[in-house]
């Protein structure tokens, strides 16, 4: 991969409806527990994957942006879980 390719590799992470569809069961679950709409966690994961600490309003009244990824990740596990054990 050239370094304008890696580049723009990077920038394309970056982008909100890139991480929409690339992380959509994320999003779903972020929507769920914190109560945000798609561009919310998009730009959640977008500041998550960048380093920072807090992002938008809704995503900081929940506790920050590691708050948010870490609850929404236990609560896929769990639905995962549930939908294993009911089958």
């Not at 970056?14 to 561009?39: C, F, S």
């Not at 730009?43 to 009244?61: F, H, M, P, Q, Y």
């Not at 596990?77 to 089958?87: D, E, H, V």
Request: with cysteine; hydrophobic share 45%.
């Amino acid at each position: 991969m050239t370094t304008d390719n890696a580049r723009r590799a990077f920038l394309r992470s970056y982008h909100l409806p890139a991480i929409l569809q690339h992380y959509p069961r994320l999003v779903r679950a972020m929507q769920g527990i914190a109560m945000l709409n798609g561009m919310e966690a998009a730009g959640c994961i977008r500041d998550l994957k960048a380093g920072r600490r807090w992002s938008g309003e809704a995503v900081n009244r929940y506790g920050g942006t590691h708050k948010v990824a870490a609850d929404a990740w236990k609560y896929r596990k769990a639905i995962s879980l549930q939908a294993a054990t009911a089958a």
